[in-house]
């Protein structure tokens, strides 16, 4: 059990993070995401990925949390990026925090996507097994999501 928890802990909490934009909820769901893990081991299918396991889990859990919760809040983004001179960290804190309140405004079916594909850079196949859904229906909904996220960073006034 600890050579699971070292190896999927952060991958975990990343995706809770990238769904919730909450350090503390995210923290949260991923010890309930381990709980579940460890109580429910035995219910885990040697013949798939433990990846698509415990991340199906994890976006599970962090959905749960949403609806629990009913409240989307925005990102603590307390990450500096060192790169670039101050106005291009300002621009660039600017759209990820455009980009983050955008992600928030999607139904978290759409996402979940976003985030396995472009937080987490899962492949097609990947999001597939995860989501336990096909493949084609991954890409109709990354592009859906797409369009949403280009909508409303538009309708913020947000350039890329």
């Known amino acids: ?31 309930t995401v381990f709980l579940k893990v460890f109580e429910h081991i035995d219910q885990f299918d040697p013949q798939r990925r433990f990846f698509s396991w415990i991340y199906r889990i994890a976006l599970n859990e962090s959905i749960n949390w949403l609806k629990k919760t009913s409240r989307l809040r925005p990102i603590d983004d307390n990450v500096a990026d060192d790169s670039g001179g101050p106005e291009q960290n300002a621009d660039n804190q600017r759209l990820g925090e455009d980009m983050q309140a955008a992600l928030m405004t999607i139904s978290p079916e759409y996402r979940q996507v976003v985030v396995l594909k472009h937080a987490l850079g899962c492949t097609y196949r990947e999001i597939a097994e995860v989501l336990e859904i096909p493949e084609k229906t991954v890409k109709s909904r990354l592009y859906t999501a797409r369009q949403q996220l280009m909508d409303e960073l538009t309708a913020r006034g947000a350039h890329s």
């Open 1 to 31: 059990m600890e050579v699971l928890l070292i190896r999927y802990e952060r991958p975990v909490y990343n995706a809770a993070y990238r769904m919730l934009h909450n350090q503390d909820d995210a923290r949260d769901v991923t010890q």
